[in-house]
């Protein structure tokens, strides 16, 4: 029997709402909108989609969006200057300063620059330790997606031998702390993990965050396993276009697995809807208000 789909559309347009429904509360509170300002960083044309992309929901989610261009030869001291004139606006909530970023600017310096109390992205080492340690923190948005999904499918976290695969500090390292934190087993692989066949095959839960186009194929997994493809790869079709496959090989996963969310249309919806959501949640902290009140 085909595996369920897990489709981010209609989760991440509940949040999104979710979110536009508390915002009307938050202004009643404070008598202003909670505020997120994105910084691109020249002109690569899948970033300039997603910021325009979170820019129009961040508006339909009734709070003020503003977006800041910078031409790619911006040195790292401008780029600096500009977060730490964001981080000193109060009428800013969030920031979210566009990766990748050109070669010559160090994004490790530029991620702890931002503010952790306006860091959206839930990058900062600030952030990354409080949650590391099983703390209240602002949590990387797909990471926190993920969660979202693997909950609405009615999986038992507590116990579930989950497997991460891929350690960056955006998707896999956040992502098994967040496993850990609802009492799953959990074990990271990486590219140096010997035998990932035989780990896929012994996991209950996979998450495919690894950027290599279809490498987990439907051999490997569990029979029954919930997959939680969260790579978007761009490959060549026949005719000369390309199409967008996950980490996941679908057509052999969906053969196999219990639940797996598609790509394109999985995990990725929920990125924004997060952002969304962690912006709210760090405009409630910044003016004293428990967002779980809201």
């Known amino acids: 029997m085909p595996a369920t789909l897990i489709e981010g559309k209609p989760i991440a347009a509940a949040l999104r709402a979710e979110v536009a429904a508390r915002v009307p509360r938050f202004k009643a509170r404070t008598g202003r909108l909670p505020g997120l300002t994105v910084v691109l960083v020249g002109e690569d044309p899948a970033s300039q989609v997603y910021v325009r992309n979170k820019g129009v929901l961040t508006r339909e989610a009734g709070m003020i969006s503003d977006e800041i261009k910078l031409p790619a030869q911006t040195s790292q001291a401008d780029l600096l200057g ?15 300063v566009q990766m990748p970023l050109p070669g010559h600017i160090d994004t490790q310096k530029i991620i702890e620059a931002i503010d952790p109390a306006k860091d959206v992205d839930g990058l900062h080492p600030v952030n990354a330790g ?5 703390m209240e923190a602002l949590v990387p948005c797909t990471p926190k997606g993920c969660m979202i999904m693997l909950e609405k499918t009615g999986v038992t976290l507590a116990g579930a031998n989950a497997l991460v695969i891929g350690r960056s500090i955006l ?4 992502m098994a ?17 010997r035998d990932l066949p035989g780990l896929c095959k ?15 194929r439907g051999e490997w997994l569990k029979p029954g396993a919930m997959v939680i493809d969260v790579g978007i790869n761009r490959i060549p079709k026949d005719d000369g276009k390309t199409r967008l496959v996950g980490d996941v090989h679908f057509a052999s996963a969906l053969e196999v697995a219990g639940a797996i969310t598609p790509v394109p249309g999985g995990v990725g919806l929920m990125t924004i809807a997060c952002l969304l959501g962690n912006t709210l949640t760090a405009a409630c902290l910044r003016s004293g208000i428990d967002p779980k009140t809201l």
Not at 179 to 193: N, P
Not at 202 to 216: C, N, T, Y
């Open 82 to 96: 500009v977060v730490a004139r964001l981080n000193a606006d109060p009428a800013v909530d969030g920031i979210l």
């Open 130 to 134: 409080m949650l590391a340690q099983g």
């Open 171 to 174: 998707v896999g390292r956040p």
């Open 177 to 193: 702390a967040l496993l850990i934190g609802a009492s799953a087993t959990v074990t990271v692989a990486h590219s140096k993990s």
């Open 202 to 216: 012994a996991a209950d839960i996979v998450i495919a965050a690894v950027g290599r186009p279809e490498m987990v």
